[in-house]
């Protein structure tokens, strides 16, 4: 059996440990939101230029005249 001096040691480790997991877990959550918002911006950016794309597609003339031989 563990000794008290032992056990208090352990257990400050352990804690020091959970503190240190927070903080990564805190830094992993701001990161996670700040790819989101860039994904977000990707997705409207994206939007936007498949809604210019179509534009300039909507306006090509339909017809197009044969090559006569």
Known sequence: ??????????VERLLLRHDEILRTNLLLQ????ALTQERDSLRSR?????ARVDALLERLPTDTPKDEA
């Open 1 to 10: 059996m563990a000794s008290l001096p032992e056990l208090t040691e352990r």
């Open 46 to 50: 994206l939007n936007a230029a498949r």
């Open 30 to 33: 701001e990161q996670v939101a």
